[in-house]
């Protein structure tokens, strides 16, 4: 395999500890992974170089949110909150009567276009959620297209109780018959534990069926009132809970406790990373996550773009990392990991091998992601700017300039 050397790196975001920010800095790939990383004065040869003429890179961006199988449109959903409607989950039933009715080629394809963004955007490794299809047959096709599609696959059965199901007959469904056929395809099951969906009881037995299953688990929580989520995220163990709107101090101390931050576990891979979804908050005018609050209390945080139909319809991470500086408080530095290493944290791939008993990643992949080092899979995002604060600095210009993913370049 031959081995490529690409310089004129102005600013070089490792995000690990030992390196840190390079300047004038130089990295070499070879099959697929990091090979050399430094000062590009000490670089070494490599059978290819490339120079990339002064440009901030950083890692990838890992998206470990996102729910991108479905069809329909619910933009009129969207005007009606801009013009004061607050936001229900039952809208979620309006997309999976569209996803229901669309064909296989057709969802495919709008995957395979949501997919293409994604990565045009600097995002080099994905997770989606099933959650659009609310029946056994409809929730099997979406996590099979989904696990041909991206590196991560979560069940979102979980999602809404579907018009006319009663929710209790609902939730015995998605813990059974409905388990088992997606099973095959995902690594993850998620729960939306909240008013409205399913109730902090009713997620408990979803959660305690997908890990009996071998499923790794993930919570929607605490987006849209107080509640159960993060407790019960924290207490079996699961990998993230995402959104973290409403937070109790008790909430606070639980996901600092759980993170590796001052004050918490100190093992990483078994933390309960709290993701935060700032272009989701924004699209619903929620208090913002208090994503600097839960560093100070030593969480781990990821940011992830939520990527739906109903709360948060952009992919682009460049616009959530923006938004995480200028809106929530964090510096830079923070919203880079948050969206890189704190990602692939939240999918416990920020490490070599896979805990005993955990299921492949759909990828196939199993190199590290999250940060650039020697060994890591070789996942770089080029701006078209010297320094990575153009990110916050200008926000929504087009500043992704090249990407590679599992060194190949893919945008
Ligand atoms: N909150 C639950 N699910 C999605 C929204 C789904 C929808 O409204 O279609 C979310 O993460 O925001
Ligand atoms: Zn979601």
Known sequence: MSSLLLTGIAELTTVEESTGVLRDAAVVVED????????AQDAPAADDARDLGGRAALPGWVDSHSHLVFDGDRSAEFEARMAGRDYAAG??????????????AGLASLLAQRVRAASAGGTTYLETKTGYGLTVPDEARSAALAAAAVD???????????????????TQLVCGDM??????????????????????????????AGR???????????????????????????????????????????????????????????????????ACDLSTRAPLAPAKRLLQAGATIAIASNCNPGTSYTSSMNFCVGTAVLQMGLSLAEAIEAATLGGARALRADRESLAAGTRP?????????????????????????????????RPGMPLTHAVWRAGERVA
Request: glycine share 12%.
């Open 32 to 39: 697929g992974r990091f090979a050399w990383v430094g000062r």
């Open 91 to 104: 809208g979620i039933q309006v997309t999976t009567d569209a996803t229901r009715a669309a064909d296989d």
């Open 152 to 170: 991560e696959v979560t069940f979102l059965g979980a999602h809404l109780v579907p018009t006319g199901a009663d929710p209790e007959q609902y």
């Open 179 to 208: 388990l088992e056929a997606v099973a095959p395809h995902a690594r993850w099951i998620d729960v939306f534990c909240e008013r409205g969906a399913f109730t902090p009881a009713q997620s408990r037995r979803v959660l305690e």
């Open 212 to 278: 009996a299953a071998g499923l790794g688990l993930r919570v929607h929580g605490n987006q849209l009132g107080p509640g159960a989520g993060v407790d019960l995220a924290v207490e079996l163990g699961a990998a993230s809970v995402d959104h973290v709107n409403h937070l109790s101090d008790e909430d606070l101390a639980r996901l600092g406790a759980s993170g590796t931050g001052a004050g918490g576990v100190k093992v990483e891979g078994t933390e309960t990373v709290a993701t935060v979804l700032p």
């Open 361 to 393: 990643r759909a990828s196939g992949s199993e190199a590290p992601i999250g940060r650039i080092a020697v060994g890591h899979r070789a996942d770089l995002h080029v701006l078209d700017a010297p320094a990575a604060i153009h990110l916050a600095y």
